[in-house]
């Protein structure tokens, strides 16, 4: 069984930066597409980055540029390094996780993950 739990989030101000993290827990992490979404109150979960097992990366246009997802496969755990941060960029923030899996026309949506953390929090504001 997978479990993931999500660390990191906090508050900051425009312009400042956090470090997600999202450690994995189960069998065969290496391979899993590990992604990150987020939800703001009133909208829907939205995608926001995802990593492969060799390491192949997709951004929402929304981040490209500010945002960067890494991951430690020794360690089982994935990263969301958020720079430059907006107020829009408020929301509670998931790790998700799907194994053998790809998108190579499109970009993931919610229902393409099994398996969520509990997410963490992001507030900016000055």
């Known amino acids: 069984q997978v479990q993931l739990v999500e660390s990191g989030g906090g508050s900051v101000q425009p312009g400042g930066s956090l470090r997600l993290s999202c450690a994995f827990s189960?069998?065969?992490?290496?391979?899993?597409?590990m992604g990150w979404f987020r939800q703001a109150p009133g909208k829907e979960r939205e995608f926001v980055s995802v990593?492969?097992?060799?390491?192949?990366?997709k951004y929402a246009d929304s981040v490209k540029g500010r945002f960067t997802i890494s991951k430690d496969n020794a360690k089982n755990t994935l990263f969301l390094q958020m720079n430059s941060l907006k107020p829009e960029d408020t929301a509670m923030y998931y790790c998700?996780?799907?194994?053998?899996?790809?998108?190579?026309?499109?970009?993931?949506?919610?229902?393409?993950?099994?398996?969520w953390g509990q997410g963490t929090q992001v507030a900016v504001s000055s």
């Open positions: 998700a996780a799907e194994p053998y899996r790809w998108w190579y026309s499109r970009m993931p949506v919610e229902g393409d993950f099994g398996y």
């Open positions: 189960g069998n065969a992490y290496s391979t899993y597409s």
């Open positions: 990593i492969d097992s060799s390491g192949t990366t």
